[in-house]
């Protein structure tokens, strides 16, 4: 069981920034995966950044160029640096883990952080 706990989230106003945390149980490196997912009210939840455990990232284009997704595996933790926010960054932003245990996939899930960023 891998447990995932964000933090940093609040409110902010646009242009100014942000900077998430996701705490893992265990070793982060171990996960085929990680990333960051968020989900506006309406809207369906959608990948804003991800790492592979080689250390590609890929980025949502609409935040491409504002955020960065990094990692710091001896604290087990996982960052979204999030700068010029806009008001459509508004949502819920989860982490996110995934990988194989054995030859069964898995996928677990942070509870989330609410940022809000006033025009």
């Known amino acids: 069981q891998v447990q995932l706990v964000e933090s940093g989230g609040g409110l902010v106003q646009a242009g100014g920034s942000l900077r998430l945390s996701c705490a893992a149980s265990g070793s982060i490196f171990r996960h085929n995966t990680m990333g960051w997912y968020r989900q506006a009210p309406g809207k369906q939840r959608e990948l804003v950044a991800g790492?592979?455990?080689?250390?590609?990232?890929n980025y949502a284009d609409s935040v491409k160029g504002r955020f960065t997704i990094s990692r710091d595996n001896a604290k087990n933790t996982l960052y979204l640096q999030m700068n010029s926010l806009k008001p459509e960054d508004t949502a819920i932003y989860y982490c996110?883990?995934?990988?194989?245990?054995?030859?069964?996939?898995?996928?677990?899930w942070g509870q989330g952080t609410q940022v809000t960023v006033s025009s």
């Open positions: 996110n883990a995934e990988g194989m245990a054995g030859v069964l996939p898995y996928t677990y």
């Open positions: 790492m592979t455990q080689g250390g590609y990232t």
